[in-house]
T-cell receptor, first 111, second 114 residues
Framework: SQQGEEDPQALSIQEGENATMNCSYKTSINNLQWYRQNSGRGLVHLILIRSNEREKHSGRLRVTLDTSKKSSSLLITASRAADTASYFCATDGEYGNKLVFGAGTILRVKS | GAGVSQSPRYKVAKRGQDVALRCDPISGHVSLFWYQQALGQGPEFLTYFQNEAQLDKSGLPSDRFFAERPEGSVSTLKIQRTQQEDSAVYLC????????????FGSGTRLTVV
């Protein structure tokens, strides 16, 4: 079963706007990762944040982690049509030996 | 290789047929994972190898599913006597070491059981 729950399930925005996706999880973790999946393709690793970090940036991506609330958010700034994809958070769970994925957020960026 | 390669890209199997799905991980990646992704869902863990050792197979849905990685490189996921509920995308991923680094995923094999 999946540990992470993404919110919202689907998000539709205009090009240039910011997109925020949230993820909640259940167990303690060593790290939390975000992945993107374009239709019919494999997942692409976007960013990893360790449990002792609170915020991390990579280009137009900003990830926050609140271990007390067992939640994370992914912010994509100045979105582009090419950002249209499904986004998944994944946690390494209690034993750190495998990633457990949420159900994902479908992002659609309209040009 | 430069990425994780999976073959075949698409597979249509008649119910009851056996199938074998292949994964070529990135050279030097110790960890290899298989996931199953149903339409509209996130990937579900199937099994994990560290080199040739299968350390976790808790996600395999039944004894019809079998995975191997005999030389610590290429891995094969075999499904015997396929059922319609086995229809899904099967994703392979490799990593330098467990989950401490990001995974690199292949493009997956879409299995359709008819």
């Amino acid at each position: 079963s999946q540990q992470g729950e993404e919110d919202p399930q689907a998000l539709s925005i205009q090009e240039g706007e910011n997109a925020t996706m949230n993820c909640s999880y259940k167990t303690s973790i060593n790290n939390l990762q975000w992945y993107r999946q374009n239709s019919g393709r494999g997942l692409v690793h976007l960013i990893l944040i360790r449990s002792n970090e609170r915020e991390k940036h990579s280009g137009r991506l900003r990830v926050t982690l609140d271990t007390s609330k067992k939640s994370s958010s992914l912010l994509i700034t100045a979105s582009r049509a090419a950002d249209t994809a499904s986004y998944f958070c994944a946690t390494d769970g209690e034993y750190g030996n495998k990633l457990v994925f949420g159900a994902g957020t479908i992002l659609r960026v309209k040009s | 290789g430069a990425g994780v390669s999976q073959s075949p890209r698409y597979k249509v199997a008649k119910r009851g047929q056996d199938v074998a799905l292949r994964c070529d991980p990135i050279s030097g990646h110790v960890s290899l994972f298989w996931y199953q992704q149903a339409l509209g869902q996130g990937p579900e863990f199937l099994t994990y190898f560290q080199n040739e050792a299968q350390l976790d197979k808790s996600g395999l849905p039944s004894d019809r599913f079998f995975a191997e990685r005999p030389e610590g490189s290429v891995s094969t996921l075999k499904i015997q006597r396929t059922q319609q509920e086995d229809s899904a995308v099967y994703l392979c991923a490799s990593s330098l070491a467990r989950s401490f680094y990001g995974y690199t995923f292949g493009s997956g094999t879409r299995l359709t059981v008819v």
